[in-house]
């Protein structure tokens, strides 16, 4: 058998091997790595983490099905509904807990211990590594340190420096320094540079008279638990973005008509799209959830992470 894990494209092979064998743990390590691991990796929102046994083994002792129950229906207030991707199978979801309740009742193994290749009839010989958190991050840059923040072109890993053009691109610190400044991302306050007229960006590349349909709409989205509401403000939005941006595909133009969730969005879905991507970090909880809550939830204490 030639299977190897080495990530990327081999987990499609042995996904396939171990489905046809029935061997769902190794089944459940893809389904975990692409929709658990963003929370259950470093144990965000309060999370049980992959291979915690002292985490889980509270858990496990209320039964697997109830374990179940928890995956496909979710479990307020964080643990949201398969995952939040509500495309996954009832049997998925299943695969990805008893892949995480198995490594729970395992020893720890050695980080540098070789991760061999499951044979189709015995899955998952060695506890598999779980991805690092800067893999699992690394899309929302919340843990990029900051001499790795606004490097110069040729060393972005985005522009190519054999590239002459490349050397020639103006250093985004020398760009950013004239900006008003923010905590997080890359460190530029966007909004406040637009309001203040700092930048002028172009509505459209043919027509220089071209100018945006700013519409200034508040949509609340309320949030159980104890996390302030959500206020979405379409004015800073349409001055950026076309009504097509996100409409429909991204959202549905009806209030409350859209299921959003924390876990879409480090996902990279809703407002994950763009947020951690080219507008600010999910780390900056208080720009979103920015509405406070008329009273006080009896219970404070089930807000873990943050
Ligand atoms: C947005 C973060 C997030 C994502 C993504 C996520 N979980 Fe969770 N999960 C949590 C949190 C938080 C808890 C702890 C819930 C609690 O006990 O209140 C939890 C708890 C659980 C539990 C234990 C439930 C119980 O009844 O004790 C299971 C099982 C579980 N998750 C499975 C999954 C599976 C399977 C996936 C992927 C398909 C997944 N989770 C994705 C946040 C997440
Ligand atoms: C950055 C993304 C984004 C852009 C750009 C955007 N919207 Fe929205 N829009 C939303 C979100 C999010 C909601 C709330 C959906 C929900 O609550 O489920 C919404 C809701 C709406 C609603 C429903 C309001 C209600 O009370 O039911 C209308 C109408 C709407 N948008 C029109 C527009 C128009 C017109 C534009 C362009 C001028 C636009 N949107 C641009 C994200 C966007
Ligand atoms: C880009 C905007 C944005 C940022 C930044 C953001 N959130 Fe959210 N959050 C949302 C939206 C939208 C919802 C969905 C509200 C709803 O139910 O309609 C949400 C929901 C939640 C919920 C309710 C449970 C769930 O998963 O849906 C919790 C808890 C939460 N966020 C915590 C946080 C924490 C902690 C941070 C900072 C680490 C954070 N959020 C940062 C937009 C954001
Ligand atoms: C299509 C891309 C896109 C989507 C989708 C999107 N945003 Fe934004 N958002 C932006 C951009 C661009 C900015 C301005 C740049 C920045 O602040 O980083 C922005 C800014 C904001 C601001 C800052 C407003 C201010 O006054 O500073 C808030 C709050 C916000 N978004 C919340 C949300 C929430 C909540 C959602 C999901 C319901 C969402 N956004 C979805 C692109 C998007």
């Known amino acids: 058998m030639s299977a190897r894990i080495q990530g990327g494209g081999s987990w499609l092979i042995l996904a396939a091997l171990a489905l046809a064998s029935g061997g769902a743990l190794a089944d459940g390590k893809a389904v975990f790595d692409k929709t658990c691991a963003a929370c259950h990796t470093a144990g965000l929102l309060g999370a049980p983490k992959l291979g915690d046994g002292e985490a889980w083994a509270p858990r496990i002792k209320t039964g697997v099905e109830k374990l179940y129950a928890s995956a496909i229906n979710g479990k307020p207030p964080n643990m949201p509904a398969k995952g939040g991707a509500s495309d996954l199978s009832d049997g998925d979801a299943k695969a990805a807990v008893d892949y995480m309740v198995a490594a729970a009742q395992k020893p720890p193994a050695k980080a540098e211990a070789k991760p061999s290749a499951p044979a189709p009839t015995a899955p998952v010989a060695a506890t598999p590594a779980p991805p690092t958190t800067a893999e699992v991050n690394a899309f929302n840059r919340l843990l990029k340190p900051p001499s790795k923040r606004n490097l110069p072109p040729p060393e972005d890993g985005i522009h190519d420096p054999a590239n002459d053009g490349t050397h020639i691109l103006q250093p985004p610190l020398t760009a950013f320094d004239p900006l008003p400044r923010s905590t997080a991302g890359n460190r530029v306050n966007w909004v406040q540079a637009l309001d203040g007229a700092r930048i002028g960006p172009r509505w459209d590349l043919k027509d220089p008279a071209a100018a945006p349909v700013v519409m200034d709409l508040n949509i609340v989205r309320e949030v159980k638990g104890s996390m302030p509401d959500v206020?979405?403000?379409?004015?800073?939005?349409?001055?950026?973005?076309?009504?097509?941006?996100?409409?429909?595909?991204?959202?549905?133009?009806?209030?409350?008509?859209?299921?959003?969730?924390?876990?879409?969005?480090?996902?990279?879905?809703?407002?994950?799209?763009?947020?951690?991507?080219?507008?600010?970090?999910?780390?900056?909880?208080?720009?979103?959830?920015?509405?406070?809550?008329?009273f006080l939830p009896a219970k404070t204490a089930q807000q873990g992470g943050g």
């Open 231 to 294: 206020v979405y403000p379409h004015k800073q939005h349409t001055a950026w973005l076309d009504c097509s941006n996100c409409h429909p595909a991204i959202f549905v133009p009806q209030k409350g008509a859209n299921q959003i969730s924390m876990a879409a969005i480090l996902l990279g879905q809703k407002c994950g799209v763009c947020h951690g991507k080219v507008a600010f970090p999910v780390s900056e909880c208080r720009a979103c959830h920015s509405k406070k809550k008329d």
